[in-house]
């Protein structure tokens, strides 16, 4: 069964540091990763999606990375600012096998950037 | 729509009462999925929807839970004799693509938070 692990669970920084967020899976059969960000109150939106055969996706500030041998991606977040406050989420989605569409979700990391 | 859309957003009921859940998902969307999020805990996958048929029921918690979909647009979760323990935001989400792309990007909505007293 895949389990997703994120570090750390909370995350306070001062605004303008750079800061990275980890995910590990325990299963390396994956077809697909993804990062949410989830603002208190409301659903989640997808920031960066990285195939398996991929290393890493950049959007803006953000860098994310995928090791898929060791089970790890990070998501990387330069100059950091306020808005960035939200709870981070990554989740998986199996290769193979009839319930290749559902995602396994780790329990997220919460970053604040005070200013 | 331009998004995915639930309603109601806030729900607080007795227990034993019945609640229903909606979901509009994107137009065009054909795959629909519901999610559960309870306090300090990941989201818990519920059910798939591929246009109005549900090819995976199995994260459904109990038979009290069942979901529907019609004209492969909107969707219904309802919970019947609501126990404290339902108690969680739940989330909706489409892609536009069945299973078979790996692009397929969820796009979800904001949930709907169940407070079952």
């Known amino acids: 069964k895949q389990e997703v692990t994120q570090i750390p669970a909370a995350l306070s920084v001062p605004e303008g540091e750079n800061l990275v967020l980890n995910c590990s899976f325990t299963d390396s059969a994956i077809y697909n990763l993804q990062w949410f960000r989830q603002d208190p109150g409301k659903g989640l939106t997808s920031l960066l999606l990285?195939?398996?055969?991929?290393r890493e996706q950049t959007s803006g500030r953000l860098n994310a990375s995928l090791d898929k041998s060791s089970g790890r991606s990070t998501l990387y977040i330069a100059a950091s600012q306020p808005g960035d406050s939200a709870t981070y989420l990554c989740?998986?989605?199996?290769?193979?096998?009839?319930?290749?569409?559902?995602?396994?979700f780790g329990k997220g990391t919460l970053l604040t950037v005070n200013p | 729509g331009a998004g995915v859309s639930q309603s109601p957003s806030n729900k607080v009921t007795e227990k034993g009462k019945d609640v229903e859940l909606r979901c509009d998902p994107i137009s065009g969307h054909t795959a629909l999925y519901w999610y559960r999020q309870s306090l300090g805990q990941g989201l818990e996958f519920l059910i798939y929807f591929q246009g109005n048929s549900a090819p995976d029921k199995s994260g459904l918690p109990s038979d009290r839970f069942s979901a529907e979909r019609t004209g492969g647009s909107v969707s219904t979760l309802t919970i019947q004799r609501t126990q404290q323990e339902d108690s969680a935001v739940y989330l909706c989400?489409?892609?536009?693509?069945?299973?078979?792309?790996?692009?397929?990007?969820?796009?979800f909505g904001a949930g709907s938070r169940l407070t079952v007293l």
């Open positions: 990285i195939q398996s055969s991929q």
């Open positions: 989400a489409s892609s536009p693509y069945g299973i078979s792309s790996g692009a397929n990007v969820l796009t």
């Open positions: 989740a998986v989605r199996p290769r193979s096998g009839g319930s290749n569409y559902k995602l396994t």
